[in-house]
C-alpha cells in the first residue's frame, strides 16, 4: 500500500475526531469569562531549547542508518545489503559497521525488516528496524483493536494496553532479533555492548516494544525513532516512561528523584545531561500526521519528543528542538494536517528517507518510494 492511502487514512480518521469535538464543544455551555492577567505574566509560552550539535550530528547519523533499511528486499529478489556493510545508500559512510544479519518476517500486517550490525568502534550492536508498506493497513485494520501488554518478565504495567498488530511484529521480529543479540552479548569480547534500537514510522513502534523487552533482558539499551505512531494506552505510556527515564515517573521503579522545576532540571529529567545521549528519543517532524495515529481508541504517546519545526529540507540544528513531556502542544501535537506535504514530511528526517538510491545521484533527497 502506497504511502499517500496512509496518510489519507490519517487525515479522514484525524478530521472525522476533530469534527466531533467540535460539535461536542457547540454542545457545552459558554465559558467563564477569563480572569485578568496576571502582572508581569507572559501570554506566550517559552521557546524550546534547541539540540546539542553532538546530539543533532548524533540524531542524523542514525537516520541515515535507519534508512539503509529500505534498501533490503525479501528472496528471491537481491538482498540490498551485503557483508561486510555494503549497500547503494549510505553504507559508504559507516566502513567500520559489520553485518550481522538482515530479517524479514512475511509480507503480511506483522511484517518486519531490519537489520542487525556490529559497530566496533563506538561498542555497540545496531537494530534497525523499516517502515513497513503495510502500515496504513496495520492501522486501519482491526488490530487496531488495544491488546492487553505484558512485559516480558512479568514486571508491573497496570492495565497496559498496545497496538495489536504492532505487538506481533514484534514478536515475529524478536524471534530472529533476541538470539541473534543475546548470542553476541554471552561472547567475552562484546560484553558491556550498548545496544542501539532505531527505527521509522511503523518501525518506531516496533522499536519502542523492542528496547522495553531488551532493557527487561538486561541489556544496556537506547532507542531513537523517527515518526514513530502511538504505541499504547496512557498506561503503556507512562510505564515506557519510568522504564527509560524520560519526563513521567512510575514511582514503582524507583528510578529517579524530583526534578527541579528549573529548565536545566526539566532536561535532565528527560536524560539530557551534560554530553551524555538520552537514552529514548522520539523524533517527529512538523507537518507529519503519523505521530498522531491512531487518533483515538486510547491510544496515547511516551515522552522523550525532539520536534523538528522546519518543514522542508535541510534541517539545521537550530531547527530542533527539546520537547516537554508527551504532549506539548509547542511540538508535534500542536501541528495541523498539511495535507498537500504530508507525504514528504513523513519521510523528511535530516534527509528524505524511503528510498535506497546511491548517494552520487542525490539518493539523499529524490524519489518517491513506498512506506
Not at 187 to 198: H, L
Not at 263 to 283: A, D, H, L, Q, S
Not at 319 to 340: Q, T
Amino acid at each position: 500500500m502506497r504511502l499517500p492511502s496512509l496518510l489519507l487514512l490519517a487525515a479522514t480518521a484525524l478530521a472525522a475526531d476533530q469534527h466531533a469535538f467540535s460539535h461536542s464543544q457547540d454542545r457545552s455551555p459558554s465559558p467563564p469569562s477569563a480572569s485578568p492577567p496576571v502582572a508581569g505574566a507572559s501570554s506566550t509560552p517559552s521557546p524550546r531549547p534547541t539540540i546539542s550539535p553532538t546530539l543533532f550530528s548524533h540524531l542524523t547519523s542514525l537516520s541515515e542508518l535507519v534508512d539503509i533499511t529500505y534498501c533490503l528486499s525479501p528472496p528471491p529478489f537481491p538482498a540490498g545489503l551485503y557483508s561486510p556493510f555494503e549497500c547503494l545508500s549510505f553504507c559508504s559512510l559507516y566502513p567500520s559497521l559489520r553485518l550481522l544479519t538482515t530479517f524479514h518476517t512475511g509480507l503480511a500486517l506483522t511484517d518486519t525488516t531490519g537489520y542487525l550490525a556490529l559497530d566496533p568502534p563506538n561498542r555497540r550492536i545496531l537494530l534497525a528496524f523499516r517502515g513497513t508498506y503495510s502500515l496504513a493497513g496495520a492501522v486501519a485494520d482491526l488490530t487496531v483493536t488495544p491488546q492487553a501488554y505484558l512485559p516480558y518478565g512479568g514486571s508491573d504495567c497496570k492495565n497496559c494496553t498496545v497496538h495489536a498488530g504492532f505487538l506481533s511484529s514484534w514478536m515475529e521480529a524478536a524471534k530472529v532479533v533476541v538470539p541473534e543479540i543475546e548470542g553476541v552479548l554471552r561472547r567475552g569480547e562484546y560484553q558491556g555492548w550498548m545496544v542501539q534500537v532505531v527505527g521509522h514510522s511503523l518501525g518506531g513502534a516496533i522499536a519502542a516494544l523492542a528496547g522495553l523487552e531488551g532493557r527487561a533482558r538486561g541489556w544496556d539499551v537506547r532507542v531513537v525513532t523517527f515518526g514513530e505512531p502511538k504505541v499504547g494506552n496512557g498506561e503503556f505510556a507512562g510505564y515506557l516512561d519510568g522504564v527509560f527515564n524520560v519526563s513521567r515517573t512510575d514511582a514503582s521503579m524507583g528510578q529517579k528523584t524530583t526534578p527541579s522545576e528549573t529548565r536545566e532540571g526539566k532536561m535532565e529529567e528527560m536524560g539530557f545531561k551534560g554530553t551524555e545521549m538520552p537514552i529514548y528519543i522520539r523524533v517527529t517532524h512538523a507537518g507529519d500526521p503519523v505521530p498522531m495515529l491512531p487518533p483515538a481508541w486510547g491510544y496515547a504517546h511516551h515522552a522523550g519528543e525532539v520536534f523538528i519545526a522546519k518543514r522542508a529540507l535541510p534541517v539545521s540544528r537550530e531547527d530542533v528542538r527539546i520537547c516537554e513531556g508527551a504532549e506539548d502542544k509547542e511540538c508535534s501535537i500542536g501541528e495541523g494536517m498539511g495535507l498537500w506535504t504530508a507525504v514528504d514530511r513523513h519521510r523528511d528526517y535530516f534527509h528524505r528517507m524511503g528510498v535506497c538510491v546511491p548517494l552520487e545521484m542525490g539518493g539523499w533527497y529524490q524519489g518517491d518510494g513506498e512506506l
